[in-house]
């Protein structure tokens, strides 16, 4: 029972839960949000490197090889840490929505690159062929066979930002682990954390079993 009432104290845990719902909502609207950004950072630094003047190019494997080398917390504290030191201060949800958006990028310029280059260059001669501008062949060609093949490791690291988000706790912003953190030293439990763990795996378990069910369903349907 004492194990009980330490780690899973019912009062405590009704007490922290609005608390920890507050953290909850921040931590959603981060991840959303470095999705957002990070996905069309991605296509966009993808298209430099497969088709923009050489130097750009060179520019854009350097990013990509950068961000996907660097860990997401030393991403996250140089954005909102060492910038200020140049005069450019961000709030702890904006920078930490800079850091992952930046790491996350890199790795969908990665995924999107290997689809496009996964498309039949006959495809490509056929939209020349009919005169279509490179945009056009891109949004309209391109990029939705290509998309087949990227939705799967797309959302594995969809799911890897959301868990990311926790490293926000690290810069001061009220996400769920802060919040849990605050909880617990408010009430002198560590129950607000057990909670906070399961509120992760509620959030994030069905989202794994959803990726795990594309990479079936896509290697069901190249079959």
């Given at each position: 029972m004492e194990i009980i009432d330490i780690f899973f104290n019912l009062d405590v845990m009704r007490r922290a839960f609005p608390i920890l719902m507050r953290g909850l909502l921040n931590t959603i609207l981060l991840g959303a949000s470095a999705i957002f950004f990070g996905g069309i950072l991605g296509v966009l630094v993808c298209l430099v490197r497969l088709y923009a003047a050489k130097p750009f190019r060179l520019l854009a494997v350097l990013?990509?090889?950068?961000f996907r080398a660097i860990p997401v917390l030393v991403v996250l504290i140089l954005v909102y840490y060492a910038l200020p030191f140049a005069g450019i201060v961000?709030?702890?949800?904006v920078g930490a929505t800079i850091a992952l958006a930046l790491?996350?990028?890199?790795?969908?310029?990665?995924?999107v690159r290997a689809g496009i280059e996964a498309v039949p260059r006959g495809q490509f001669e056929a939209c020349d062929a009919l005169g279509l501008s490179f945009f056009t062949t891109m949004r309209k060609v391109i990029l939705p066979q290509a998309f087949r093949m990227m939705i799967p490791p797309l959302a594995s690291y969809a799911v890897a930002i959301m868990k990311d988000t926790s490293l926000a706790s690290v810069v001061a912003m009220d996400d769920l682990l802060k919040q849990?953190?605050?909880?617990?030293?408010?009430?002198a439990n560590p129950t607000p954390l057990l909670l906070a763990a399961l509120i992760y795996i509620?959030?994030?378990w069905p989202m794994v079993r959803?990726?795990?069910?594309?990479?079936?369903?896509?290697?069901r349907g190249y079959r």
């Open positions: 990013y990509t090889d950068i961000f709030s702890s949800f790491v996350l990028a890199a790795y969908t310029a990665e995924v849990a953190t605050d909880a617990q030293a408010l009430f509620a959030i994030l959803f990726t795990g069910w594309l990479e079936q369903h896509y290697k």
